[in-house]
């Protein structure tokens, strides 16, 4: 059992948990994620091939080989949710491009309505900065006290008051992070009470 530990259990907990950096690195890096996931997997069938090479051939399927084919399948997942999240960060970007063509302003000027009470108004240069070129009291509007001057207060009150919307490459990703771990924990303690059990 000791030899079929150090030279399979071992280095196939290695590769499964070298799987799970790919989560860790930046969505964008899809080159590199992708490299990870096609490495793991191939040690993976390279220990799978080892290990039927090292014993007789039976017609059913051994313990090693069920703990190295579920081994193969936290792999392969792996490298299928970094595709997954790859699509949903895709998607996100041409969205979010489409959005900032529909709110795009024309003639390059900008005007804002502050919640207290004034109406400035602001102007863009060619260089994309903001300039303040006057503004109004709007007298029907009950205004309310401003703590810091109007350039920052009526600044703060031209952010979007809109709900943010996540990102589903970022939840997927952050979920994967520990759902992965706890599974093959699950998994590990469940193969080896059987194994133990003689089931």
């Keep these: 059992m000791g030899f079929y530990f150090i030279q399979f259990y071992v280095p196939c907990i290695v590769m499964v948990s070298l799987s799970w950096i790919s989560f860790w690195?930046?969505?964008?890096?899809?080159?590199e994620r992708l490299s990870l996931g096609i490495t793991t997997i191939l040690t993976?069938?390279?220990?799978?091939?080892?290990?039927?090479?090292?014993?007789?051939?039976?017609?059913?399927?051994?313990?090693?080989?069920?703990y190295l084919l579920g081994s193969f399948i936290f792999v392969f997942s792996t490298l299928v949710t970094d595709l997954l999240v790859y699509r949903f960060r895709a998607k996100e970007e041409e969205k979010k491009k489409k959005r900032e063509e529909n709110t795009k302003p024309q003639n390059n000027k900008i005007v804002f309505q502050c919640k207290h009470g004034f109406q400035p108004n602001y102007v863009a240069d060619a260089n994309g900065h903001v300039h303040l070129v006057s503004y109004q009291e709007?007298?029907?509007?009950?205004?309310?006290?401003?703590?810091?001057?109007?350039?920052?207060?009526?600044?703060a009150c031209t952010q979007s008051t809109e709900r943010v919307k996540t990102?589903?490459?970022?939840?997927?990703?952050?979920?994967?992070?520990y759902m992965f771990p706890i599974s093959f924990a699950i998994f590990n303690l469940v193969y080896w009470l059987a194994l133990s059990t003689g089931n």
């Design 167 to 177: 990102d589903l490459s970022v939840i997927t990703n952050k979920c994967c992070r």
């Design 25 to 31: 690195m930046d969505r964008y890096y899809i080159g």
């Design 138 to 155: 709007n007298k029907a509007e009950p205004t309310a006290p401003c703590k810091s001057n109007l350039r920052t207060c009526c600044m």
């Design 44 to 66: 993976i069938v390279f220990l799978l091939g080892s290990s039927n090479s090292t014993m007789p051939r039976v017609s059913y399927a051994k313990a090693i080989d069920w």
